[in-house]
């Protein structure tokens, strides 16, 4: 068992840190700035949810956070980690390592086991199996009986919670989660969020979180309202219905 | 983890890994039956050779008989040095060539000439099936198929005919020679290999005898007789009398491999699958890579790094060529050994071993067979596959197209290749001695540039026609259109290969043509004479079944091949289909827009295959310098004309009716498997 205690707690060295980050995709007038000047600190043990009109950039945000796309401008740190003007083998070590992700579509390899689909972040980046660790995450998950099946033996839900086990297992600094819940029905959403959010509460972790369902941010302890690549606001504790009513202040302000 | 991924990767795309397994398991096993075909020509060609007395150190043809002038050797000094010079393994063999005519067939008046030997001394060996060797006057032993055509058995007589050269100075008149049958020997051929042996072996007596039926008769301008005899003799080690008339032999030398002309359609249809291979890996590479993309992004965001990602790609593709080796040197050993049981049991009394040999080059030829394929067809999905974005893990920003990323080559890229070969090959050869290492480099640019300018020329091409197609009325033709636009690295690679067998089709029956009219001329005076090193030296045993066969098998890989590259092109436009359905094409409309979208380019590449066929043939027979010598010359050459016309067209239109039907076979299944309700 991991023991929780030594999780970083909020106000220690921040999980996720980016200054004057920009990203521009085209040139000329064609130019969009998907992400502008964007500052941004991420606290350890905290989930964070990125809410916004299709189009502001949240998507794109998440890329440069976990280094999947390289920013034009400003800099990003994961944990002590800068990922700005790193090689790609060292991005490559920083996203298998440090930072782990959920995906909308779950991701899953078909042909391996839950079990395999697990712990294929720690084959491909050569790190040792910790079984502690691993019943550790199955047990919260809930997918004990579930490890010998392949994906498509499991439901929406619990290919889910296969994935988010996949995104802990290597112990990552932060989780990023992109519309974790855009493909699940409510009862599953609903067990996924509350494993998120027990995720950060038990074990301490960061999780970033890209989404669209109101409901899906109130899990969140604190909301990002995102508006034309720049953070317009942000909403601590939320509830469903603060959260919509961000939302709706946000849409006047585009208007 | 590489192998785990490589693994995962072949499992999870288990249709594209049959195919890719299939061709290369079927160009493993075609060439390695066409190496053991080889082996076991090698294998028969000392006992030929030994039948003959050619397998020996030293050779001579000395001028044997009474002539006017110095004859070499009389027969008797032949005799003399065979017999008196033990351990040489010296032999004297008298050959001529008789004919069974009245024979089976009398109507019909063909001079079929039949090789007939005879042979003394220690260092030959008749094939005998049954029955004794010919030893007195009057015996013969007759070859299994010239007795089955003669209808002859042991103890029965046949008659053979020789020309009286003396009196009628030609074939007119014929002597009969009777002869006993004492035996059966080998049938003169082996289907599927290299073999002529005789059709008769009488006595010595006979033959050594002036007036036997393989001597011939001269008349000189006194008046007088003369006889002589075609001998061959040939010794190992130092025979003094003989070494005065002898030459280096090594017109029969033999190798460890030999290839029969039948293997040639073999290695024909290899070499066309293998093209296929190397287009198809072009063309499916990149839409292989797409489909994968987000399992390769996925492994990419939890930390794999680019090379993993080409490296298990690579992995892959050598398990499947590790497999294709195993089962295609398997097989191809199988194919040869059917090949020849099925040449054996044709041959009635075949020659030589029942079973194939296998050569140590063999598994060499097996593992290369396999594994330069596999490393091309690897190289090229890896090399896309290992471009693939992490982000494509997420939701995709921004899905750029087949048509957006299938980079263009600039026509003066396309060309400069094609011209440095060009300027390299006039250096060369300009000097008086040929700089060859220029010459060859000049082949190669040019080579590389043709291959440049066609790819570049059929992707405009087919966009073209995707063009054209889009503009109809027609919902199927229209949406043929938007697919032959939107992917045009797959729409344009069934158009080069359809070019490329047209082409080498019709240039192969130009080649056939010129070929039968050169040895026509060498025997028939009537027939138009087209001089020409650059066609007769191309000289083969190559026969029409085998080119024929050649064409078969090439059009049925090339339409395999194609079915394959349509096949991905249409796993790569699903949601497309899906969207299709959606905005109300029927089933029947979706299976005419794949028809049309596998179709097209092969009809646009067998025209453009038919436009080059005309400038390459043309241009060659105007290098060829081609004289027509007598007054059917221009009629002879209008039919020339006629024929490669005829047979290129005729290439052209059996690949575009196979093409046709395979395509209908693949939008068919396709529909049946691919759309979704």
Known sequence: MKDTTEAAQPGDALALRARGLTKRYGSGPAAVTAVDHLDLDIAPGELTAIMGPSGSGKTTLVHLLAGLDSPDEGRVWVGDDELTGISDAALARVRGRVVGFVFQGFNLLQTMSARDNIMLPLRLNALPTDKKWLDTLVDMLGIGSELARKPYELSGGQQQRVAIARALITEPRVVLADEPTGNLDVHASAQILSHLRASCRELGQSVVMVTHDPTAASYASKVLLFADGQVAGHIDNPSREAVLAGLDALAKVER | MIGRLALAQLRAYRTQSVWTLSLMTLLVAILTATVVMGATQARLEPLQARVSGWDKEFHATPLVGDLPGQPDLTMDEVVAEVQNNPGHDAVAVISGDMTPIPGPSASTPVLEAWRVISSVGEGATIPLASGRAATSHGEIVLA???????????????????????????????????????????????????????????????????????????????????????????????????????????????????????????????????????????????????????????????????SAIAVSSIAETLVLAGVAFAVGAAGGIGLAQAALTMGRLAAGEPFGPAWVSLHGALLAVAALAALVPALVIATVPAFWASRVAPTAALKPVNELTEAEVSRRVPALWAAAPLLVGAVLVALGTSTSVSILPVVVLGWICVAVGMVAVVVEGHRHLTRWAGRVLSRSSSPARMSAGDELTARPRQSMAPAVLATATVTAAAMWTLREVLSQASWRNLFDDHMVSYGSDFWRDVFTSVTRPTALATAIAGLIVVQVVASAIVWSHRVAARQDDVARAALGLSRRQLTATWWWVAWMPQLLGALVGLVLAALCGFTALAIADVTPHDAGGIAAGAGLVAAITLGACAAAAAGLALGAATSYATARLGRASLTGP
Do not use: C
């Open chain 2, 144 to 306: 299994a198929d010239a007795a089955r055509e003669l209808d002859a058995q042991i103890g029965g007589t046949v008659t053979l005919y020789r020309p009286d050269w003396v009196s009628a100075q030609g074939a007119d008149s014929l002597i009969g020679h009777g002869f006993e049958v004492v035996g059966i020997a080998a049938s003169t051929s082996l289907p599927g290999f290299d073999i002529y042996l005789p059709s008769a072996y009488i006595s010595w007596e006979d033959a050594a005898d002036p007036a036997g039926p393989l001597a011939y008769h001269w008349k000189g301008s006194d008046g007088s007789t003369y006889t002589s005899w075609t001998v061959d003799v040939a010794w190992n080690g130092h025979i003094a009398a003989l070494a005065a008339v002898a030459s280096p032999w090594s017109v029969f030398g033999t190798g460890d491999i030999a290839l029969p002309g039948a293997s040639i359609a073999w290695f024909g249809t290899a070499a066309v699958l293998l093209f296929a291979m190397i287009v198809m890996a072009f063309a499916v590479g990149r839409s292989q890579a797409s489909q994968r993309a987000q399992w390769i992004a996925t492994v990419r965001a939890m930390g794999a790094r680019r």
